[in-house]
């Protein structure tokens, strides 16, 4: 469990999604955290604004630690909560930690006064870059004051346009100045520390830690592929991750259909998650009479395991920079070849031999490599136990290792 100094401390973790509420890998990493800096000894306990409903919040006793599920409102109302929640009670903690957008909060909570130090955790860039998409076509040299507002001027129509000098902007802006309060900051990949230090953050307050494996569902145990006669005569091709234009799940449609028919015809392509584009992305299916071999639907996070097994080959279209997608090491734990949108996040994570790569926004690109995964077993193979062989660096011993020395940099700085 720990010495009995290290028994003593008390984390405040604050996330916008958790258990059993999961929109997005927020809400797993959150829970992975809690978990892991519980079992190395500490409190750990969870402010978690993820409540749809006008109720009061409600609390939840866990071992070592509890869970206080609070409202959510949409992202600007949620950071001023979550700033509310610490005024209140950031005081009673040694350390608070903010993951995703709300290390605005937690900024601002530092920035008025409140003594508890607090970690940021980078894993999007909201307080860098407020044009994404715009960051993979560029290759984003500098980001002063101006530069982000032509990026989003670059990537936006005439509507755009407009609402990004109105509000995008300044809020971005605002964002970025009242982030930079917390004490220090973890980001999830070198690549996006990188981005952040150009946006201004000093890099001696920037630490990188690679994400968790989430080895409860993707440990040696639950590795072993589906057998070939059980997954039946087609070759699967899977997609999993929010149906949102980020995540690119309709770039993956597009290359997919661009498929010789006889390669379709061999081929099963799952696309599993919930977002804006499931209903577009449906039509699509309907309108390309596919809908006898492209599945589209829902599946809980504790089955996903199931549907990494079944499938023979992963596709990662994100269109941004993606700090640390989840479920690229879920495909990895499987030793699935992946199929990837070229951007420095994926490299940096599956290497040049882990994954194939095609030039992100060009379906043409993706339907001539995905051709290429599906007829080449051997090139299958080989993808797969090379990213397979990668995961060491994110094994759970090695994260909480890394993290528990940030931690502890940060309380020794306020104890001199």
């Not at 999604?17 to 990493?29: E, L, Q, S």
């Not at 001023?80 to 909570?109: M, P, Q, S, T």
């Amino acid at each position: 469990m720990g010495d009995s100094k290290t028994s003593r401390r008390r984390l405040l973790l604050v996330t916008p999604d958790y258990p059993p509420d999961r929109i997005g890998g927020v809400g797993n990493h959150a829970e992975i955290i809690a978990l892991q800096i519980r079992r190395a000894g500490w409190t750990v306990d969870v402010a978690a604004f993820t409540e749809a409903s006008e109720g009061t919040c409600r609390t939840v006793e866990e071992e070592r630690g509890r869970v206080f599920y609070l409202r959510r409102y949409s992202n600007a109302r949620t950071n001023w909560a979550a700033w509310r929640y610490l005024r209140r009670h950031g005081g009673e903690y040694d350390l608070i930690h903010c993951l995703d957008n709300l290390i605005v909060a937690g900024g601002l909570f530092r920035g008025r006064g409140g003594r508890t130090p607090v970690i940021g955790s980078l894993n999007n860039l909201q307080a860098a870059c407020p044009a994404p998409e715009e960051a993979l076509r560029s290759s984003c040299e500098r980001c002063g004051l101006i530069a982000p507002l032509g990026c989003l001027w670059r990537s936006n129509g005439l509507l755009g346009k407009l609402r990004a000098v109105g509000y995008v902007y300044p809020a971005f802006l605002l964002a970025r100045r009242l982030a930079r309060g917390c004490d220090h900051y973890i980001a999830v990949s070198e690549d996006t520390r990188r981005r952040y230090i150009k946006a201004g953050l000093s890099p001696e307050r920037v630490t990188a830690i690679p994400r968790w494996l989430d080895d409860r569902y993707y440990g040696p145990a639950n590795q072993e592929r589906v057998p070939a006669a059980e997954r039946g005569k087609r070759l699967r091709v899977l997609f999993v991750g929010q149906l949102g234009p980020r995540k690119g799940p309709q770039d993956l449609l597009e290359g997919y259909l661009r498929l010789p028919k006889r390669l379709q015809r061999r081929t099963e392509l799952v696309i599993l998650g919930r977002g804006p584009l499931e209903q577009p992305l449906r039509r699509r299916v309907e309108e390309a009479e596919v809908g006898d071999h492209v599945r589209i639907g829902y599946c809980p996070y504790e089955q996903l395991p199931r549907e990494y097994a079944r499938a023979e080959i992963f596709v990662n279209p994100v269109r941004w920079p993606e700090p640390a997608g989840a479920t690229r090491l879920e495909a990895m734990a499987h030793s699935l070849p992946i199929l990837s949108s070229e951007n420095p996040s994926a490299r940096e994570i599956m290497g040049d031999d882990g994954a194939l790569y095609y030039r992100a926004f060009d379906v043409d690109d993706l339907g001539e490599k995905l051709a290429q995964l599906l007829e080449d077993a051997e090139l299958r193979q080989r993808l797969g136990s090379a990213a397979h062989a990668r995961l060491a660096r994110h094994a759970t011993p090695r994260v909480v290792e890394q993290f528990l020395a940030v931690y502890e940099g940060c309380l020794q700085s306020r104890e001199a």
